[in-house]
Each structure stands twice: as structure tokens, then as C-alpha cells.
């Protein structure tokens, strides 16, 4: 059996924290990650300042076998991730010539000022991760992966980067719609989740279309034959209190 | 001048690691908390793992004037958060007889099962964050608020607890969209940023209708004067370089 792979999220930039922008990235990398086997288990958001940047990185760079960063990469005076990944690992970060080259096809010489070329500084040993499409690249340096904040490009990158990754098993999962509001059942959910150790169970409760409260029911498990195990006891447990339709 | 007021929030829950269900409270409090001149420094998302919740929430209640729970708080075996911040302030957990007397006005004797009664369980001193329309309550306790993962019943305890907080000097903010590329107005803005310390200013690019990259430039501060010298910095440089319509 592979080992289980794990991660943390580091969302960088003032504006997450300030609600002044909506993240949408750490929703995507948590599916994202799911589906290839790699268990998110924690996300952090911390500002452009490079101590918190620098404490919340290493705490989950020693904690899980990748971080994924969004945000702090681009031109600007605020845009400090790269930096602060070099000195958390303590390591050199000047003009990467391979990005200087293809920057000084994309830009002229007027266009190529000191603010651009702030996104060719990558930290020394890191691995990019680009593309035709992508301006400033993202890079891999040991178990981190540091990517842009703007959606559309972290997805990008996001595909780069995923075949490179280890992956663990998969963890399955089978969700079931319990017609019941959760406090109905949430006596017998918890024998049987007691009694399937190796499984996860969890309830979350929705209004219906009537405004109705109803509850999802999701089994998860790495192991297909107790997840079905633990997911017959469940549809056993509503059946019993007539709760399917 | 008053203090500045900070603030943590801490996301607990699996099916938002696991993607399943995408966080929509954090962007929500976020923007709560700069409308009532509460800083917002740091988020986290953990598992409904007791040793994860109570690290977390030790890391930021020690830090930060105030943190903000979201979910753990509905009746089934996952909903802990309850206990691990009992657990966290070293105090006892039972039920509430006021929650408890009207869960009894509310539900039936047979409704009122161990799971429902669960969500009576409140930690000791704690004060409740509660109205006609919240079933499980909320609680205040030390400078942790811990409320409901559901966005709407969150929503509506952020609106009980708001007034009872501290808050801090307003931060001031105010936007130009700079009909430029981020890198083509780096430089001069980081000048800027660097001459006017009290302030901090923000460049966010986006692509305008026409799928052109253009930039959103925040200027913030909690003094107006100060902000308004930055700003007028900022429109002067846009200006100089014939940038504004």
C-alpha cells in the first residue's frame, strides 16, 4: 500500500484578508487534490508580509509532503512570495535566464522595466512551472509549489504541475441523501461510524427545494470493500427508519 | 487613538479540504470584519480533528484580539468543535438549561434525541449567540466566537455578535483602476508605496471586457489625510504617464 500524500494551502495577499477579492482558489485545489489522491489538511491565508508569509510556509513545508501557495508573484511591490520562499529555504533568488530569455521575446526594451523583470526572479534550484500562455512562471523548489493568485492561471499551472506529484491511494467516496433532518439520525450515524473505524462519515444538511431541511450523507474510505461495508449499514439504518423514498 | 482590533478566523471542516463543499463564510466575514474596522491577520481551515482544531485555535486566540469559528456546532459524531473549544480553555461542557429549555419547547420527546440534545451543549461561561430563527446556538467565549457552518445561520450570528465587539480605527480605503498593465506602472507605484509608509497600496490585475489586462490599484490607511496624499500620488503618476481616461 503507497503511503498517504498530503498538503497544505498557503494563500498569500492582503486582499483575501481584507474580503476586497473572494478566493476561489482553495476550493478548486481541494478538488483537485482529491482526485488525485492527495489529502488537503489545512489551508492557511496570510497577508503580504513577509514574517507571517515565512512562519505559515515553514509550518506546513515540515507538517505535509507538498504546499501549494496562491498569490505574491507578479510585479509589483506587494508581490513578495518568491522572496520569502527563498529565504525559508535559504537559498539565492535572482533573474532566472531561461525566463529572461523568453521575457526579453515577449517585451521590448521600454517594456522591460525593473517592475517586470520582478517576475523573472526565481529562487535558486527551483523547477518552473510554465507554459506558452503563462507570463510569469510558477516554480516547484523542494516540496513547495508556488503559483499565481489569478484563478485562470493557478488552474494552469495547477495541470503542470499535477503529474509530477506523488499520489497516495485514493480516498473513495459515496454520498447518499438521508430524507431527514440531522438530528434525526444523527443517534444511529454515530454507532455506525463508531463501528467503521476505517471510514470517514460525514452529514451536512441542506434546505431542499421546498425549504425543506434534508442531509447529505458522505462515506469515504481508502479501502473500497469498507466503504461499501459502512455505506450498507448506513442505507440499512434509513431504510429501518423508513427514511429512503 | 484607539487600539487596533485583529482578528483570526478558523474554518473547520472536512468537506471543505475534501472540496465537496466550497467555503463561502470566509469572504463573507472578511468583508464583516474591514466594515467594522476589525483587521482581519490570518485564516485557517482544519480537519473536525480534535488535535488540529485545538492547535489552530490556540495559535490564533493567542495571537489576535478575537477569532472566528465556522462549523462543528450540528448534532452528529463530526460536530466537535464545541468540545475542542471547551477542551482549549480548560472548562467543563453540559447542557445549557437555557438552550435546553427551549429545545424542549421546540421538539418533541421524541425529537429530542442525543443527537439534538448534543447541540445543547455549551461550554461553561460561555455566552450564547443565539435568536428566534438560529435552532443550535452559537457562543461567545474569551475572545473566541464560535458559530454555525451553514453560510445563512452564520451570516445572521456575525449580525448578533458584531455589536458586542471591540472595533478599531476604521481602515479607509479607496480605488483607481489604472487602465495599465501591472507592470507597466510597478516601479513608480512601489516609489510610492515607499514614500507614503502609513498607507498600504495594493495593485490587482484583471482583464476588462475586452479580455485586456488592466489594474485595480487600492490605496488604504486608517488616516484619511494620509490615504489622500497616497492617492493623489497614485492619480499624479497615472497621470504622467497618460494613463487615465
Redesign the interface.
Given at each position: 500500500m503507497r503511503d498517504i500524500v498530503t498538503a497544505g494551502i498557503l494563500?498569500i495577499g492582503?486582499?483575501?484578508?481584507?474580503?476586497?477579492?473572494?478566493?476561489k482558489n482553495?476550493?478548486?485545489?481541494?478538488?483537485?487534490?482529491?482526485n488525485i489522491a492527495i489529502d488537503?489538511?489545512?489551508?492557511?491565508?496570510?497577508?503580504?508580509d513577509e514574517d507571517?508569509i515565512i512562519e505559515?510556509l515553514d509550518a506546513l513545508r515540515n507538517r505535509y509532503t507538498y504546499v501549494f501557495t496562491t498569490g505574491g508573484i507578479?510585479?509589483?511591490?506587494?508581490d513578495i512570495t518568491a522572496d520569502c520562499v527563498a529565504k525559508a529555504f535559504g537559498v539565492g533568488i535572482g533573474y532566472h535566464p531561461e525566463v529572461l530569455a523568453r521575457f526579453r521575446e515577449r517585451f521590448s526594451e521600454a517594456?522591460l522595466?525593473?517592475?517586470?523583470l520582478?517576475?523573472t526572479r526565481i529562487p535558486d534550484g527551483a523547477e518552473l512551472i510554465q507554459s506558452a500562455t503563462i507570463i510569469a512562471p510558477g516554480f516547484k523548489i523542494g516540496n513547495v509549489i508556488v503559483m499565481a493568485g489569478?484563478p485562470s492561471i493557478m488552474q494552469a499551472m495547477m495541470d503542470i504541475v499535477a503529474p509530477k506529484l506523488k499520489s497516495g491511494v485514493k480516498?473513495l467516496?459515496e454520498s447518499i441523501q438521508a430524507n431527514a433532518r440531522?438530528?434525526?439520525?444523527?443517534?444511529p450515524?454515530?454507532a455506525i461510524?463508531?463501528a467503521h473505524p476505517d471510514t470517514?462519515?460525514?452529514?451536512?444538511?441542506f434546505l431542499d427545494e421546498e425549504r425543506k431541511p434534508n442531509t447529505n450523507l458522505?462515506v469515504?474510505s481508502r479501502d473500497s470493500e469498507k466503504l461499501q461495508q459502512a455505506m450498507g449499514a448506513v442505507k440499512q439504518m434509513l431504510a429501518e427508519l423508513n427514511l429512503t423514498k
Open positions: 494563500v492582503d486582499e483575501i484578508l481584507s474580503g476586497r477579492t473572494k478566493d482553495i476550493g478548486f485545489i481541494a478538488e483537485y487534490l482529491t488537503l489538511r489545512e489551508v492557511r491565508v496570510v497577508a503580504d507571517a505559515a507578479g510585479p509589483t511591490h506587494d517594456e522595466n525593473e517592475a517586470r520582478r517576475m489569478v480516498m467516496s440531522e438530528g434525526d439520525i444523527g443517534g450515524l454515530r461510524a463508531e470517514m462519515i460525514g452529514s451536512y444538511p458522505v469515504r
